[in-house]
């Protein structure tokens, strides 16, 4: 399984530079595939498609999920793809954005390193307006009921020194030290203080 989610994970790698504005509205044709739809957004979307399905099969067969980083890699990239789906007509980018979440925190009660890489992702939904700052705190309220147990640790840092792996993968095709995890977690952090007076205001 890990295999093939590796596999879709750099398929979406190499489309996904081309999935700019211009190429969607006017596709460039894939002549080395068969199919006569073959474009770098129909490429993409069916790794993604598939990368879906490898996370909820991986969730819901690996009661263990929650001791092992091996599948994280899924969870980033469809986080991610669930951003590129607010500007369809479908639904189902909620759903999955959700299941990513409920993955990292899994992962956060066995990694500290998790709880960075989940404010990241947070953060990058909060832009994208995937999540409002309301829902993003209640979020990060559960991370922090869940990794209490981390405190042990506090000498050795938050976490976010380590979460240098890449999050915000269009970012990072322009920008890849903006796109790691420990640089949006840290501007994460900023915004839900930011926004906390004006919500306070308002009630």
Avoid at 85 to 99: A, D, F, G, M, Q
Wanted: proline content about 3%.
């Amino acid at each position: 399984m890990m295999m093939h989610i590796y596999f879709h994970a750099i398929v979406t790698d190499i489309f996904r530079p081309l999935l700019t504005e211009a190429e969607v509205s006017k596709p460039l044709r894939l002549g080395s595939f068969s199919a006569p739809r073959a474009t770098p957004e129909a490429a993409y979307l069916a790794s993604v498609n598939q990368l879906k399905r490898l996370l909820l099969m991986y969730r819901l067969n690996f009661r263990t999920a929650m001791f092992s980083v091996v599948w994280q890699t899924a969870l980033i990239y469809v986080a991610n793809a669930m951003m590129r789906e607010l500007k369809t007509s479908s639904n189902e980018w909620r759903y999955y954005l959700h299941l990513c979440m409920a993955g990292l925190e899994d992962l956060y009660a066995s990694f500290r390193v998790f709880g960075s890489i989940a404010k990241a992702v947070l953060g990058v939904a909060i832009e994208h307006g995937a999540l409002g700052t309301s829902e993003a705190r209640r979020i990060t309220n559960e991370l922090e009921e869940l990794g209490r147990h981390h405190m042990i640790a506090k000498p050795l840092g938050d976490g976010r020194e380590v979460a240098n792996w890449i999050i915000d993968l269009d970012l990072a095709v322009t920008d890849p030290e903006a796109a790691q995890g420990s640089n949006l977690a840290e501007k994460f952090q900023e915004l839900i203080i930011e926004e906390a007076p004006s919500e306070e205001s308002q009630s």
